[in-house]
């Protein structure tokens, strides 16, 4: 910072140029594009949807309004755009709206550089300071947007003429960035007309006032689809006015979703102990949301939001933990049993639609137990749990249950040579806490492939035996 020039004067003479923000947006874009690197970090599942059309938006230097239902990222993507913006950038010191060396536009700017020249002493601010966001609600303002008379600043003797007694809005704080409104169909309509004039002609009326602030700004919004056409609506010269529209989507495959939820989901430690989580039981809760979204009980318009999946990895995490602690394991490994805790992070996350009270816990039950079926049928060979389901017709009955110790399951396999083979392919090693999720997982898909009977008690703890006893 003590290298870089103080003054206009200075300024001018290093050859710094000043940049609209959107060619300097346009500009880190194409570096980024050429070098190979991506445009925004951290998104998974949008390589060759999203994010093309976004990066065309950008070297178009289009303003851009994001569609997508709740928990698509479009809050990420627009923050993670001021990664675009150049890192530091010079202001006239003291303004409030970011004014250009070069170029002044507040009156107090304007002012001070006609005063003392190239001697009018330069700020620098950095690219996470040039991002406004608002969240739009009913009683949003154009007092909040654009700005308005402070009544402090008349108090104290300033004539209501005098351009000096506006407070600025976010917009015209803004100048120079990135101003990003988040669920815009919420915002009155007659607020929405306000934006017109920052969409297009680039400045900025404030009302009783004959100032014009002609701003630099790229302006970035949210929408969910349900709002846009229902709860509230974009005015057709405010649509009209966004360059590009750009739909997003939730991860069209399980594995994209999985390693979204390794991604998002908080690192639960466990007082040293270590935490592991089989795939298996990692598909399946990415792909209860799968199901989910395609479920008739489930209320699509609202969507299935991939926060779902890291709540319910959370969860399932957690549960384990509390178990690991109680009995004294050295190591945290999920099991199928703890599904059952995930029933408090899911039904607030979806909408159930049925006309029967009570029924969400079951619409919710049966959205795991297919999704285990579908995972088990996928990762299971039937031909490595024939003798295992023969030695079940002869007689066998196993207990299991959210407080049986590991080292009960690992002596359970030693018992059962046919379990062996399954458990080998599911446990990813030979710890009891491994062994005992592959045991689980194993003995509850053939359960739900009806090749055995499982009676559930309410203590969490489960009996299963052959289908024909």
Same mark, same amino acid.
């Given at each position: 910072?003590?290298?870089?020039?103080?003054?206009?004067?200075?300024?001018?003479?290093?050859?710094?140029?000043?940049?609209?923000?959107?060619?300097? /947006?346009?500009?880190?874009?194409?570096?980024?594009?050429?070098?190979?690197?991506?445009?925004? %970090?951290?998104?998974l599942?949008y390589?060759?949807?999203?994010?093309?059309?976004?990066?065309?938006?950008?070297?178009?230097?289009? &303003?851009? /309004? #994001?569609l997508?239902?709740?928990?698509?990222?479009?809050?990420?993507? /627009?923050r993670?755009? @001021?990664?675009?913006?150049?890192?530091?950038?010079?202001?006239?010191?003291g303004?409030?709206?970011?004014?250009?060396?070069?170029?002044?536009?507040?009156?107090?700017?304007?002012?001070?550089?006609?005063? !003392?020249?190239?001697?009018?002493?330069? &700020?620098?601010?950095?690219?996470?300071?040039?991002?406004?966001?608002?969240?739009?609600?009913?009683?949003?303002? /154009?007092?909040d947007?654009?700005?308005?008379?402070?009544?402090?600043?008349?108090? =104290?003797?300033?004539?209501?003429?005098?351009?000096?007694?506006?407070?600025?809005?976010?917009?015209?704080?803004?100048?120079?960035?990135? #101003?990003?409104?988040?669920?815009?169909?919420?915002?009155?309509?007659?607020?929405?007309?306000?934006?017109?004039?920052?969409? =297009?002609?680039?400045?900025?009326?404030?009302?009783?006032?004959?100032?014009?602030?002609?701003?630099?700004?790229?302006?970035?919004?949210?929408?969910?689809?349900?709002?846009?056409?229902?709860?509230?609506?974009?005015?057709?010269?405010?649509?009209?006015?966004?360059?590009?529209?750009?739909?997003?989507?939730?991860?069209?495959?399980?594995? !994209?979703?999985m390693?979204?939820a390794?991604?998002?989901a908080?690192?639960?430690?466990?007082?040293?102990r270590?935490?592991?989580?089989?795939?298996?039981?990692?598909? @399946?809760?990415?792909?209860?949301?799968?199901?989910?979204?395609?479920?008739?009980?489930?209320?699509?318009?609202?969507?299935?939001?991939?926060?779902?999946?890291?709540?319910?990895?959370?969860?399932?995490?957690?549960?384990?933990?509390?178990?690991?602690?109680?009995?004294?394991?050295a =190591?945290?490994?999920?099991?199928?049993?703890?599904?059952?805790?995930?029933?408090? %992070?899911? !039904?607030?996350?979806?909408?159930?639609?049925?006309?029967?009270?009570?029924?969400?816990?079951?619409?919710?039950?049966?959205?795991?137990?297919?999704?285990?079926?579908?995972?088990?049928?996928a990762?299971?060979?039937?031909? !490595?749990?024939?003798?295992?389901?023969?030695?079940?017709?002869?007689?066998?009955?196993?207990?299991?249950?959210?407080?049986?110790?590991?080292?009960?399951?690992?002596?359970?396999?030693?018992?059962?040579?046919?379990?062996?083979?399954?458990?080998?392919?599911l446990?990813?090693?030979?710890?009891?806490?491994?062994?005992?999720?592959?045991? =689980? #997982?194993?003995?509850?898909?053939?359960?739900?492939?009806?090749r055995?009977?499982k009676?559930?008690?309410s203590?969490?703890?489960? @009996?299963?035996r052959?289908?024909?006893r």
């Amino acid at each position: 910072m003590l290298s870089r020039p103080s003054t206009i004067g200075q300024l001018r003479a290093s050859g710094w140029r000043s940049t609209p923000v959107k060619e300097e /947006i346009r500009r880190n874009a194409m570096a980024r594009i050429a070098a190979g690197q991506p445009l925004v %970090s951290g998104l998974l599942g949008y390589d060759d949807t999203v994010l093309p059309q976004l990066a065309n938006a950008l070297l178009a230097g289009h &303003d851009v /309004i #994001f569609l997508g239902e709740r928990g698509q990222g479009k809050t990420r993507i /627009i923050r993670r755009l @001021v990664g675009l913006l150049d890192e530091w950038l010079p202001i006239v010191a003291g303004s409030e709206i970011n004014d250009d060396p070069f170029a002044p536009v507040s009156r107090f700017a304007r002012d001070l550089v006609a005063a !003392t020249g190239d001697d009018t002493p330069v &700020d620098w601010v950095h690219r996470d300071t040039r991002f406004g966001e608002k969240l739009a609600t009913p009683d949003t303002s /154009i007092a909040d947007l654009i700005g308005e008379v402070d009544p402090i600043k008349v108090a =104290e003797g300033r004539y209501l003429a005098d351009e000096s007694t506006l407070h600025y809005g976010l917009v015209p704080r803004t100048n120079r960035g990135i #101003f990003a409104i988040n669920e815009l169909p919420d915002l009155a309509e007659r607020i929405q007309v306000g934006l017109l004039n920052v969409l =297009e002609e680039r400045d900025v009326q404030v009302r009783g006032y004959k100032v014009r602030l002609p701003l630099d700004v790229m302006l970035v919004a949210s929408a969910n689809p349900e709002d846009y056409t229902n709860r509230g609506r974009i005015i057709t010269p405010l649509k009209d006015r966004f360059g590009a529209q750009i739909r997003t989507h939730y991860p069209t495959d399980v594995a !994209t979703e999985m390693a979204i939820a390794l991604q998002e989901a908080r690192p639960l430690g466990a007082d040293g102990r270590r935490v592991w989580v089989p795939d298996e039981l990692d598909e @399946v809760v990415a792909t209860v949301s799968h199901l989910a979204r395609s479920s008739p009980h489930v209320n699509q318009r609202s969507g299935v939001s991939v926060r779902l999946t890291v709540a319910n990895r959370e969860t399932l995490v957690a549960n384990a933990t509390r178990r690991a602690l109680r009995l004294d394991e050295a =190591e945290v490994v999920p099991r199928v049993s703890d599904l059952a805790a995930l029933g408090a %992070s899911t !039904t607030g996350k979806i909408e159930i639609e049925t006309l029967d009270e009570g029924r969400d816990e079951v619409v919710v039950a049966n959205l795991f137990s297919a999704a285990v079926l579908t995972v088990f049928r996928a990762r299971v060979p039937l031909e !490595t749990v024939r003798d295992l389901v023969a030695a079940f017709d002869d007689g066998r009955v196993v207990h299991t249950g959210d407080d049986v110790a590991s080292a009960s399951y690992v002596a359970l396999v030693a018992e059962l040579p046919a379990l062996r083979a399954a458990v080998r392919t599911l446990s990813g090693g030979e710890s009891p806490a491994r062994v005992a999720s592959a045991v =689980e #997982f194993v003995l509850e898909g053939l359960h739900l492939a009806k090749r055995l009977n499982k009676e559930s008690a309410s203590s969490g703890r489960a @009996v299963y035996r052959s289908c024909g006893r």
